[in-house]
Structure formats: structure tokens, C-alpha cells
């Protein structure tokens, strides 16, 4: 059994992470190869350019990593079905959609294998605060 130096998340552009920042300075503090982490991430998630997939990175004493990647956020996937470029500038005042309950229940059942909760009810109301959190309507 390994032992565990650090656990790194970095929210990364799916097939297209480079050694710019975040991803170069994140790892070669902790001294593991940059390269070799782009590459694999880039081989796992390259079916799903265009969109924003985040890794979690173990990293080992032996200055090795193995990492997992999850679902794009929350608020990727409001903007992916809103067709949306970004939320409101103002939220709260100005409204940058709206989301129907479907639209709301499609994207927390998709979320739920990495959301802290086995209730859809609970997924739905994550996924709605987010949405209101970019001034984004629900119904």
C-alpha cells in the first residue's frame, strides 16, 4: 500500500489540458511528472471535448498519482442545456434563462453518482441553488 502525499482537484478542459497553469504548478510542487498525467487525462477524456471534466489527483510519497476523473460541474451542464455562454452578470436581479423541471431532473439525475446524496428530490435542489446562484430561473 502506497502512502498518500495529497489529493489535487483541478477542473480541466476535457482532451485539451496542457502543462499551463493549473495543471503544471499543481503537480510539480508536489514533484510528479506533468507530462505523463497530461497524457493519460487527455487519452481518458478526449471523447468529451468541449466540455469541462474535473480530475481528482492522488498523489504518492514514490511521487507516482493515480487520478479518477467525475461528471462535467453542475453548472457546465446548466449552461450545456441552456445553450447559454455563461449566467447572469447580476444574479438576482438579472435573469440569465430559465430551467424547466425536466430540464432540472435530467441534470441531477446525471449528477447524482458524484453529488453526496441518494434522494433525486435533494440532487433537484442542488442543482436548482446552483442555477440560482448564476441567475438562472427554475421552475
Do not use: C, W
Not at 489529493?7 to 510539480?28: D, R
Not at 468541449?50 to 514514490?62: R, S
Not at 458524484?114 to 446562484?133: C, P, Q, W, Y
Request: aromatic residues 4%.
Amino acid at each position: 500500500m502506497k502512502k498518500i502525499k495529497t489529493i489535487i482537484k483541478l477542473n480541466l478542459p476535457a482532451g485539451e489540458a496542457t502543462a499551463a497553469p493549473p495543471v503544471g504548478p499543481a503537480l510539480g510542487q508536489h514533484g510528479l511528472p506533468i507530462m505523463e498525467f497530461i497524457k493519460a487525462y487527455n487519452e481518458k477524456t478526449k471523447d468529451l471535448k468541449g466540455q469541462v471534466i474535473p480530475a481528482v489527483i492522488t498523489a504518492y510519497e514514490d511521487r507516482t498519482f493515480s487520478f479518477i476523473t467525475k461528471l462535467p460541474p453542475v453548472s457546465e451542464m446548466i449552461k450545456k442545456a441552456l445553450k447559454a455562454e455563461k449566467g447572469s452578470a447580476k444574479p438576482g436581479r438579472d435573469s440569465a434563462g430559465k430551467l424547466n423541471k425536466n430540464q432540472v431532473k435530467e441534470i441531477a439525475e446525471k449528477k447524482m453518482p458524484d453529488l453526496n446524496t441518494d434522494s433525486i428530490e435533494a440532487a433537484e435542489k442542488v442543482v436548482a441553488g446552483t442555477a440560482r446562484s448564476m441567475g438562472i430561473q427554475t421552475e
